[in-house]
């Protein structure tokens, strides 16, 4: 069973930056591409950031052009979301997920990161 699993969230003022990580443990899962999303509270899930595997192109949600930077680390299986420049709205649950297939949908997820930036 592959599991996604999230560290580096926590709280942060405005301006301030955080990383996030997406580690995926288990047998071998399909690499096609890593997701970031996010839910602030009231509000539905949103794309922020995804990336490929194999040519390492990264795509991002206009909010975050500019502030936020995805990378991968092939070796460990691992994703990371640099956060810089924070504002009080990026504030939200951050999911990483994963996409076996270009027909595929982003069917394995995270539990979530908790990211707060105070004004």
């Known amino acids: 069973q592959v599991q996604l699993v999230e560290s580096g969230g926590g709280l942060v003022q405005a301006g301030g930056s955080l990383r996030l990580s997406c580690a995926a443990s288990?047998?071998?899962?399909?690499?096609?591409?890593m997701g970031w999303f996010r839910q602030a509270p009231g509000k539905e899930r949103e794309f922020v950031a995804s990336i490929y595997w194999s040519s390492g192109r990264p795509s991002y949600a206009d909010s975050v052009k500019g502030r936020f930077t995805i990378s991968i680390d092939n070796a460990k299986n691992t994703v990371h979301l640099q956060m810089n420049s924070l504002k009080p709205e990026d504030t939200a649950i951050y999911y990483c997920?994963?996409?076996?297939?270009?027909?595929?949908?982003?069917?394995?997820w995270g539990q979530g990161a908790q990211v707060t930036v105070s004004s």
């Open positions: 288990g047998r071998t899962f399909s690499k096609y591409a």
């Open positions: 997920a994963s996409r076996s297939s270009l027909i595929a949908t982003y069917d394995l």
